[in-house]
């Protein structure tokens, strides 16, 4: 999975894994940081597409 997240340069691809690395270190608490309405349409919906 790290190298793919590596290998992985594209825009679609960092939103992933700063939505991923903010995910883990609070979660909720970094709701404050991102607006929910667009943090949980383009957060949410992608990661569950790609990851899952």
């Not at 992985?8 to 929910?36: E, I, K, Q, Y």
């Not at 957060?43 to 790609?50: A, E, I, L, S, W």
């Amino acid at each position: 999975i790290t190298t793919q997240k590596r290998a992985c340069n594209t825009a679609t691809c960092v939103t992933h894994r700063l939505a991923d690395f903010l995910s883990r270190s609070g979660g909720m608490g970094n709701s404050n940081f991102v607006p929910t309405n667009v943090g949980a349409k383009a957060f949410g919906r992608r990661r569950r597409n790609t990851q899952m």
